[in-house]
DNA sequence: CAGGCAATGAGGGATTTCCCCCAATGGCCA
DNA sequence: TGGCCATTGGGGGAAATCCCTCATTGCCTG
């Protein structure tokens, strides 16, 4: 049974040192499953478009024998919006007629169509990314879900970690633990709970996040959060 | 092999009708791994009435045999501040010498002291929960990590589907108003003046701004501009 | 070795935000 | 036409943030 090896796979991805063997550890699994198609991709909705940055895709996403780029697939599979909605793996179904292609978020995927699952993966600001699959005869089963939403995340995060490896170091107006406070203060944390979670005195906490927006030149700290997500020195 | 029934007790734990069979399920598996303390609580600083919620204390996590809350736990365990760091389930240890309690995050715990996993669940709008899991002598390989963090993944969902069952889509979408008001805090504008350049009250300004921490599922305005920009209901 | 700067923390007070209610208007829709 | 919701506004009080100053420690650097 194939997802037995759903954790093996997982720490196989984990590991891997290059896009390639991700992607060969990943056809390999993912055929048992019955998967063809694969999408990979960074997302950041911060800008207007949802995908940031895509690692991989391969397969007849369309059905036309036609090799897909990144930029046709955003703009052609609606599934892809949905990933924020659901907050975990879903089925999905595209069905044809008279009048074109219909997209449906299913719970068991069957019949005639392609099928697929989308995997969104989650991180302590929101979306990240996510791994699409896709198939015409694909086991539909909870287990396979889950297991396959495994694979896939660590295929993402293996991925990420491969490719946006060339870390690029942030300007540092701010201070270690300016960032880090005003970053806990993003996620949505409290002045006297980051300081009872860092060990430190409100005092501590406050004196930073005014020297943070001292620094950023802004005047609220809702501003500063604004102007640091801009400019990197926190993730948004 | 205990990691191979990963995924069949991720199944089990996702179909749970009741806490108690929650437990049941992750007492027995996680037992396999050298666990007997267990933590299971919602993070989410948000999300209206279910701020903060502690689904399952159990064993004697701080040797004082007292009940703790959920933020008394989140401040007391020092091993929670890493989650915005790191987005993936982690390994700690506990020591003890004259000075008192040592926690550090290791990849492999071993030796005396108390050991654990700590497994952070996140969502579309950043960590929604987490589960603790200890022992004194506990299975710190990879692939224990990756077992013990799908049951805990799925341990953490499935409680919190039975424990919140009620209503708990938030239609994340801002009114017209809600969103520009949100815009011009983001730019540094305090109450007081936003009401003053859009001749409104400042009540008016203030009701605004809580619908819209309420809509997007927040605590704190600053949270509410991160999840904003990052939804793309205004501008980064 | 002095000076700068990060990190820590305090006192005391001024502002601001946040939270619980409540109510009125006007638009839209079934 | 009755219900839903956006928008507007209020009262009162609790909580949090913000602002000014000052001080200590420790690290690095010219």
């Not at 997802?3 to 290059?18: G, I, K, P, Q």
């Not at 595209?94 to 697929?116: A, F, M, S």
């Not at 005869?137 to 295929?155: E, F, N, V, W």
């Amino acid at each position: 049974m194939p997802t037995d090896d759903a954790v093996r796979v997982a720490l196989l991805l984990e590991r891997s040192e290059s896009l390639t063997s991700i992607q060969d550890a990943v056809r390999r699994y993912a055929s048992g499953f019955g998967y063809d198609r694969f999408v990979l991709f960074s997302a950041s909705a911060s800008l207007d478009e949802l995908v940031d940055r895509i690692y991989w895709v391969e397969g007849d996403w369309f059905g036309d024998g036609k090799a897909v780029d990144a930029k046709t697939y955003v703009r052609r599979c609606p599934v892809t919006r949905h990933i924020l909605d659901i907050g975990e793996a879903f089925f999905w179904t595209k069905t044809l007629d008279q009048e074109g292609e219909h997209y449906r978020i299913v719970r068991k995927p069957q019949g005639p169509g392609i099928h697929g699952l989308q995997v969104p993966i989650f991180g302590p600001l929101g979306l990240e990314g996510a791994m699409s699959l896709g198939g015409e005869k694909i086991d539909a089963s909870p287990a396979a879900r889950l297991s396959a939403g495994l694979m896939a995340t660590s295929a993402f995060l293996a991925a990420r970690r491969l490719i946006e490896m060339p870390d690029r170091e942030t300007p540092r107006v701010l201070s270690g633990r300016e960032s880090e406070i005003l970053a806990w203060t993003a996620a949505g944390w409290r002045q006297a709970d980051i300081a009872a979670t860092l060990g430190l005195s409100n005092r501590t906490v406050e004196n930073h996040l005014r020297k943070a927006r001292q620094r950023l030149g802004v005047a609220t700290t809702a501003e500063a959060i604004r102007v640091a997500i801009r400019n990197g020195f926190i993730k948004g």
